[in-house]
T-cell receptor
Framework: KAGVTQTPRYLIKTRGQQVTLSCSPI?????VSWYQQTPGQGLQFLFE???????NKGNFPGRFSGRQFSNSRSEMNVSTLELGDSALYLC??????????????FGNGTRLTVT | QQQVKQSPQSLIVQKGGISIINCAYE??????FPWYQQFPGKGPALLIA?????SEKKEGRFTISFNKSAKQFSLHIMDSQPGDSATYFC????????????FGTGTRLTIIP
């Protein structure tokens, strides 16, 4: 079974630009979550989607947004990029919120560098 | 506000020794406590998890000890091996859900021969 796939693996953008990251969950998984990982702040929850609806949102500014498609694939978008947005963005999938035994499976992330 | 505090930040253990990583949480609503292992260039992978109705869970060389009254939990790695060298994260969530995890800051574990 293929794991969580994130594209692209690496991205370099300049301040003020916007970026879209993509995530394909494990087949059959309907819940997708996004996390930001930085050396200073560690792993921080961005948001979670299930059945194309955002269920939870972390403490990030409105520049960070996401969506989920009917096939459970998800995208996250960051507008007006700032230097501090440089991070590893991780996507994770699970069967869904009602399946409490379903662990989170993480992808290998997209490394975003803002210059 | 950091709701899950993890220590130590880094740890060096000799091969065959016991590695111990500690975490403390503040939110008493947390009811699911997983540990993740992350290798360079990879995403975190679930290692072992515990719920507060048990005080200990063991899977192979990995054991979680949980102290509900002290709001602390720890990971013990027995017979540590060089392949265990990685960064370990504790985490917590509420409502038995695991989609919205609050992570500790991580421990970089190095096992030396």
């Amino acid at each position: 079974k293929a794991g969580v796939t994130q594209t692209p693996r690496y991205l370099i953008k300049t301040r003020g630009q916007q970026v879209t990251l993509s995530c394909s969950p494990i087949s059959g998984h309907r819940s997708v979550s996004w996390y930001q990982q930085t050396p200073g702040q560690g792993l921080q929850f961005l948001f979670e989607y299930f059945s194309e609806t955002q269920r939870n949102k972390g403490n990030f500014p409105g520049r960070f947004s996401g969506r989920q498609f009917s096939n459970s694939r998800s995208e996250m978008n960051v507008s007006t990029l700032e230097l501090g947005d440089s991070a590893l963005y991780l996507c994770a999938s699970s069967l869904g919120p009602r399946d409490r035994a379903s662990p989170l499976h993480f992808g290998n992330g997209t490394r975003l560098t803002v210059t | 506000q950091q709701q899950v505090k993890q220590s130590p930040q880094s740890l060096i253990v000799q091969k065959g020794g016991i590695s111990i990583i500690n975490c403390a949480y503040e939110n008493t609503a947390f009811d699911y406590f997983p540990w993740y292992q992350q290798f360079p260039g990879k995403g975190p992978a679930l290692l072992i998890a515990i719920r507060p109705d048990v005080s200990e869970k063991k899977e192979g060389r990995f054991t979680i000890s949980f102290n509900k009254s002290a709001k602390q939990f720890s990971l013990h790695i027995m017979d540590s091996q060089p392949g265990d060298s990685a960064t370990y994260f504790c985490a917590a969530s509420r409502d038995f859900g695991n989609e919205k995890l609050t992570f500790g800051t991580g421990t970089r574990l190095t096992i030396i021969p």
